[in-house]
């Protein structure tokens, strides 16, 4: 394996445990509407999370599993769907996982705008 | 779409039967849903290799349910260290040094290789074979059902920085250690050395064992070897600190030891039984059994000299330089 080939499959699992967290929070921001699996996966992935089914169905059964979604089987054009739609306690858990998000990013804009500016002290202290 | 519902088969084959129909009915639906968006796409309808490109980019049916399933484990993660040093310690206390015993006695006596021929070999193989087995699915059965049965709060909460074991010196020698080397070197040097001068190992109640003559060259070779290992040990035990050089000299002590005990299972001289007080039979056992005993014991002693001697070879390649020691303490 080369050093490029390690560096992508590394960068690649990086990314993955990033978006793993936020996939959670962008499953159940967008169920705050009724949608079915097919149209849920194509709203994530219109917004640039995309995401493969082997991973949002499992997910979406885990959420639901522990109360945070609920769904239900209709028929919509003639064909059987299964819709789901963020429950109560899924919506005191998303406002909560928000406010950490928030936290989060607000944490996270100060460390790297800290480290700009020592970057940018570096350089005016040696020039 | 026979395609399609054949994948799901295969897919609701490796799910739990309570969830089979509801995870393959959504997936039914999730792929014609798909399926739509593509010909609407197209203009036209799929065709079945178009379908089966389409299944193959969702992945193979087994990873699909797995997808699906809680995550098990035979061995989780909390025991999992605790598991694997078990192994190690298996692997190397005891498999590496029974096949090495077996490797060497293949390789260096003929009297073994000309009692376990062809069968009997193949039996020595099978022998060694299923006590790996064993060694190995022993920890693994005891773990495995620790994993399942036992509450692992303990491992996590009931611990304290103060029961930690205390910080090692890799290069302090123990003085305990070292004053029993010096007391058992010294003991079992004079018994050894007077056997192989005297060649009666054992004369009393009628029973005599006596070594072949051949053992007593080997007096002049393991005189050296145990005055100047029991030297050592004294010095270890006055200056209780690893040198390169001491390392170097322990490494030396213990391959001239594995050199010469190969050499005794190589060319090995039977030890000699006269029972005068037991009957022909059961002195013909006892001659057999002690004589088996001895050669296996040697070749076992020559195996493990020769994993210390490389063990203290390398320990003396990783000990700092003398100057480099005195220049760590000073700076402490």
């Known amino acids: ?127 | 779409m026979e395609l399609i519902e054949k994948y799901l088969q295969a897919v609701k084959f490796w799910l739990p039967s309570s969830q089979q129909n509801d995870i393959a009915a959504e997936l039914r639906e999730d792929i014609r849903s798909e399926v739509e968006e593509r010909e609407s796409q197209l203009g036209r309808s799929l065709n079945e290799n178009e379908v089966e490109a389409l299944l193959k980019q969702r992945g193979r049916p087994l990873l699909v349910a797995e997808k699906y399933l809680p995550q098990r484990s035979l061995i989780g993660p909390v025991l999992f260290p605790a598991y694997w040093f078990v192994l190690k310690i298996v692997l190397l206390c005891y498999l590496v040094p029974s096949i090495g015993v077996w490797i060497g006695l293949v390789a260096f006596s003929p009297q073994y290789r000309a009692h376990h021929l062809g069968l009997a070999a193949l039996k020595d193989f099978l022998v060694l074979w299923t006590n790996a087995w064993v060694a190995f699915t022993l920890p693994t059965i005891v773990f495995a059902t620790l994993e399942r049965v036992k509450n692992q709060n303990w491992l996590t909460n009931d611990w304290s920085p103060r029961k930690l074991p205390a910080v090692r010196d890799t290069q302090r020698i123990s003085r305990a250690n070292s004053g029993f080397e010096l007391v058992f070197g010294v003991i079992f040097g004079i018994w050894w050395l007077q056997i192989l001068w005297t060649l009666v190992v054992f004369d009393t109640s009628g029973i005599r064992v006596t070594l072949a003559p051949e053992w007593h060259k080997f007096f002049w070779a393991f005189l050296p070897l145990g005055v100047f290992n029991t030297a050592l040990s004294a010095v270890n035990f006055v200056r209780p600190y690893w040198t390169r050089l001491r390392r170097g000299l322990r490494a030396a002590v213990n391959l001239v030891s594995a050199g010469l005990l190969f050499f005794i299972v190589k060319d090995y001289a039977p030890l000699l039984v006269q029972a005068t007080g037991m009957p022909a039979d059961a002195a013909r056992v006892l001659d057999k059994s002690l004589n088996l005993t001895i050669h296996l014991s040697f070749a076992i002693a020559a195996v493990i000299c020769l994993i210390i001697g490389i063990l203290e070879l390398w320990r003396a390649a990783r000990t700092e330089s003398k100057q480099v020691q005195l220049s760590h303490r000073v700076a402490t």
């Open chain 1, 1 to 127: 394996m080369t050093q490029g080939t390690q560096n992508d499959a590394l960068l690649e699992n990086l990314r993955l445990e990033l978006r793993r967290g936020c996939l959670v929070l962008a499953v159940l921001a967008e169920l705050r509407t009724e949608q079915y699996g097919y149209t849920l996966r194509k709203g994530l992935a219109d917004r640039g999370l995309e995401v493969d089914e082997g991973t949002l169905y499992p997910l979406l059964r885990r959420l639901e599993g522990q109360g945070l979604l609920a769904s239900e089987w209709r028929e919509e054009d003639k064909r059987n769907k299964r819709f789901y739609k963020i429950s109560r306690d899924g919506k005191l858990v998303l406002k909560q996982l928000l406010g950490e998000w928030q936290t989060i990013g607000s944490s996270l804009e100060e460390i790297l705008q800290e480290s700009e500016n020592g970057a940018h002290r570096k350089i005016s202290a040696s020039s």
